[in-house]
């Protein structure tokens, strides 16, 4: 079946370390995104990316960076400069055209250990 | 800037019950307007769509339809089941967002027996 795959479903982190969450899609979509969500914030664009080897920023890029060198994988790192970092981190896809929905992976929980 | 304004949580109902979830928004341009419903621990389902002003959306028994002359996309649903208990979330997508959704906080929902 396609979807989307993110990997791992938790993970923990120590203070002054990078972490790089995974976001895998078999849809053959053109545009990934990541999305913060934090409790009573809905969803805040990280960054997003609508073809391969180019990506933009969203609303809260600051301390996170991305890459996207192939179509199906679009990885988050979390860097030490994110000063509050723990919160459920979702990646979505969608063909970029139209008004195609968005289709979400099942999300990764990082908490600061 | 366009927006997304969600009546605010948690609804507690009896099965059963009546469903109504606010939703208003605020745009340039004709966006689409979608809702999404997240399970605890899971990513976001697009639960229904409408594209263009008068267009109901429907899908699980539940339905909204695009409102321009009040610019309202409010969720209902006629009777609700223990199984309904989620986060709802509104959203909307212009062409000027690059494809991008803008969404609303999200509404919690929870259906007691």
């Known amino acids: 079946d396609g979807g989307i795959t993110q990997s791992p479903k938790y993970l923990f982190r120590k203070e002054g370390q990078n972490v790089t969450l995974s976001c895998e899609q078999n849809?053959?979509?053109?545009?990934m995104y990541w999305y913060r969500q934090d409790p009573g914030q809905g969803l805040r664009l990280i960054y997003y990316s609508q073809i391969v080897n180019d990506f933009q920023k969203g609303d809260i890029a600051e301390g996170y960076s991305v890459s996207r060198e192939k179509k199906e994988s679009f990885p988050l790192t979390v860097t030490s400069a994110q000063k509050n970092p723990t919160a459920f981190y979702l990646c979505?896809?969608?063909?970029?055209?139209?008004?195609?929905?968005?289709?979400f992976g099942d999300g990764t929980r990082l908490s600061i250990l | 800037g366009d927006s997304v304004t969600q009546m605010e949580g948690p609804v507690t109902l009896s099965e059963e019950a009546f469903l109504t979830i606010n939703c208003t928004y605020t745009a340039t341009g004709y966006p689409s307007l979608f809702w999404y419903v997240q399970y605890p621990g899971e990513g976001l389902q697009l639960l229904l769509k409408?594209?263009?002003?008068?267009d109901k959306g429907s899908n699980k028994g539940f339905e909204a339809t695009y409102r321009k002359e009040t610019t309202s996309f409010h969720l209902e649903k006629g009777s609700v089941q223990v199984s309904d208990s989620a986060v709802y979330f509104c959203a909307l997508r212009t062409g000027g967002s690059q494809g991008n959704l803008i969404f609303g906080k999200g509404t919690k929902l929870s259906v007691k027996p």
């Open positions: 849809l053959n979509h053109d545009a």
């Open positions: 409408a594209t263009k002003a008068d």
């Open positions: 979505a896809s969608s063909t970029g055209k139209g008004d195609q929905p968005q289709h």
